[in-house]
């Protein structure tokens, strides 16, 4: 009776493990959404910091690229770039973008390192939990390229063109925190040339929507609130470098090793470091209320305008119409890529935190040097320029989650208020037209009438 009882919850447990097995299956490749697909990828992979580094780098790539859509492409109502960047990825772009990207030095040797980094370093939680069958799990869900990658790559190939020499290289950190919002190489292309009313950003689209008395306010307060934003970008940065320093140093000091070529820190080198990261907190919460007061200002007058749009909208003119359309795409775009954007920094923030990653990197180092006995000599260079740009990128990763979690929720802030003065102005046009459309039915339904009574008569 013991044994049989013992076997029963045995096999429940399997049971429940296949459940989970499927349960993670069918959410992985059924939804659509980019963002859970990502989350339960990071519960899935090798808790490293590489991974979580990529992942970063892709976020970067997402604010970038809605820095360029908000602030780099002149926009009217006859551009055809909105359709462009909002439109969904297809089989034929996703071949090209796998191709083109399993050329680079991670993508390229993932493969042979994986099985080896697993079994030094471990598995993600939801790995752990299905025991064996994590394995199956992971097989079956092993998508080197993940969504995410796949969006962000895909407005490359549109800004930058399909040659991969014009890319950006988004997966190498800069040494610099500076500038964030700019990609630091790559050569966009020319993807449209518009036509007719010609406004420089989408926020100077929407400012020309409003009512002609208020577009003077609103210009001033937009460079007020991006002035302030960038104030409080430069600060995170200051204290991401310093938590680097000591995030270092503790990696160091547990492994005895140099490390990414930071000094050793004396006791009291570490206690000013920690009062610098606590004088920058404050000025970060001050710098930040600034830009906070800045933003409500900027908002508050768009409000305004949406009210006042209320009561006097000129839905006849054609051209602003399909202006307001154009700017409502590219700002819906924006808003649901810095979604997956500060997705993709919480998820690496967490990762970081809940593995340990940072105190397990000598080994994660370590795992590597022996995967490149398995890596074939044709790759091997590209396998010693995935583990040099690894440190680097690891001495800056925390840096670039701070500002870029930043931006993403400004940009899907800003992108919200915009998508609000379009969305009044499409509905109204959308009113006219089912008004337009029933009195015309009207009007046809009645001359049908009379012409059916003059046949009777």
């Given at each position: 009776?013991?044994?049989?009882?013992?076997?029963?919850?045995?096999?429940?447990?399997?049971?429940?493990?296949?459940?989970?097995?499927?349960?993670?299956?069918?959410?992985?490749?059924?939804?659509?959404?980019?963002?859970?697909?990502?989350?339960?990828?990071?519960?899935?992979?090798?808790?490293?910091?590489?991974?979580?580094?990529?992942?970063?780098?892709?976020?970067?790539?997402?604010?970038?690229?809605?820095?360029?859509?908000?602030?780099?492409?002149?926009?009217?109502?006859?551009?055809?770039?909105?359709?462009?960047?909002?439109?969904?990825?297809?089989?034929?772009?996703?071949?090209?973008?796998?191709?083109?990207?399993?050329?680079?030095?991670?993508?390229?040797?993932?493969?042979?390192?994986?099985?080896?980094?697993?079994?030094?370093?471990?598995?993600?939680?939801?790995?752990?939990?299905?025991?064996?069958?994590?394995?199956?799990?992971?097989?079956?869900?092993?998508?080197?390229?993940?969504?995410?990658?796949?969006?962000?790559?895909?407005?490359i190939t549109i800004f930058y063109g399909d040659k991969k020499q014009n890319w950006p290289n988004v997966f190498d950190y800069d040494g610099s925190l500076s500038n964030f919002l700019e990609f630091k190489d790559g050569k966009m292309q020319d993807i449209d040339s518009p036509t007719g009313d010609v406004y420089k950003t989408i926020g100077d689209a929407v400012i020309s929507l409003a009512p002609v008395n208020m577009q003077k306010d609103l210009t001033l307060a937009n460079e007020e609130m991006l002035q302030g934003y960038a104030e409080v970008a430069a600060v995170q940065a200051t204290k991401g470098e310093l938590e680097t320093k000591l995030k270092v140093n503790m990696v160091k000091n547990n492994d005895k090793k140099?490390?990414?070529?930071?000094?050793?820190?004396?006791?009291?080198?570490?206690?000013?470091?920690?009062?610098?990261?606590?004088?920058?907190?404050?000025?970060?919460?001050?710098?930040?209320?600034?830009?906070?007061?800045?933003?409500?200002?900027?908002?508050?007058?768009?409000?305004?305008?949406?009210?006042?749009?209320?009561?006097?909208?000129?839905?006849?003119?054609?051209?602003?119409?399909?202006?307001?359309?154009?700017?409502?795409?590219?700002?819906?775009?924006?808003?649901?890529?810095?979604?997956?954007?500060?997705?993709?920094?919480?998820?690496?923030?967490?990762?970081?935190?809940?593995?340990?990653?940072?105190?397990?990197?000598?080994?994660?180092?370590?795992?590597?040097?022996?995967?490149?006995?398995?890596?074939?000599?044709?790759?091997?260079?590209?396998?010693?320029?995935?583990?040099?740009?690894?440190?680097?990128?690891?001495?800056?990763?925390?840096?670039?989650?701070?500002?870029?979690?930043?931006?993403?929720?400004?940009?899907?802030?800003?992108?919200?208020?915009?998508?609000?003065?379009?969305?009044?102005?499409?509905?109204?046009?959308?009113?006219?037209?089912?008004?337009?459309?029933?009195?015309?039915?009207?009007?046809?339904?009645?001359?049908?009438?009379?012409?059916?009574?003059?046949?009777?008569?």
């Open positions: 009776m013991k044994h049989k009882l013992e076997s029963k919850v045995k096999n429940m447990k399997i049971s429940q493990k296949l459940v989970i097995v499927a349960t993670a299956i069918a959410a992985f490749t059924m939804t659509g959404c980019n963002a859970l697909q990502e989350g339960l990828a990071s519960q899935m992979e090798v808790p490293t910091l590489e991974n979580q580094a990529n992942r970063v780098a892709i976020g970067m790539t997402i604010v970038r690229e809605n820095n360029i859509m908000a602030f780099k492409m002149p926009i009217s109502a006859d551009a055809k770039w909105p359709a462009m960047v909002a439109k969904d990825i297809n089989d034929t772009e996703k071949t090209f973008i796998n191709n083109a990207l399993m050329e680079g030095p991670y993508f390229s040797t993932v493969h042979y390192t994986k099985p080896i980094q697993r079994k030094m370093l471990g598995s993600g939680a939801l790995m752990s939990q299905l025991g064996d069958y994590g394995n199956i799990t992971s097989q079956l869900l092993d998508q080197t390229v993940s969504p995410l990658t796949y969006r962000a790559i895909q407005k140099e490390y990414a070529g930071f000094a050793p820190l004396t006791a009291e080198e570490k206690l000013d470091i920690e009062y610098e990261i606590a004088a920058t907190e404050t000025i970060i919460k001050e710098k930040e209320s600034i830009a906070n007061e800045k933003e409500a200002i900027y908002f508050e007058l768009l409000d305004q305008a949406v009210i006042a749009l209320e009561s006097d909208i000129n839905v006849d003119d054609e051209n602003y119409v399909k202006l307001a359309r154009n700017v409502n795409l590219v700002a819906n775009e924006i808003q649901v890529s810095s979604t997956e954007a500060y997705t993709t920094f919480g998820l690496a923030l967490g990762n970081i935190g809940a593995n340990n990653v940072v105190l397990k990197f000598p080994t994660e180092l370590e795992s590597l040097v022996v995967a490149k006995a398995y890596i074939p000599l044709n790759l091997q260079s590209k396998y010693d320029e995935r583990v040099a740009r690894l440190v680097k990128n690891a001495v800056y990763l925390l840096p670039n989650i701070f500002i870029g979690t930043y931006y993403a929720n400004k940009q899907s802030n800003l992108a919200e208020k915009y998508e609000s003065v379009t969305k009044i102005i499409l509905l109204a046009y959308e009113v006219k037209a089912e008004q337009e459309a029933e009195a015309k039915k009207a009007a046809d339904e009645a001359a049908e009438a009379a012409a059916e009574e003059s046949k009777l008569q």
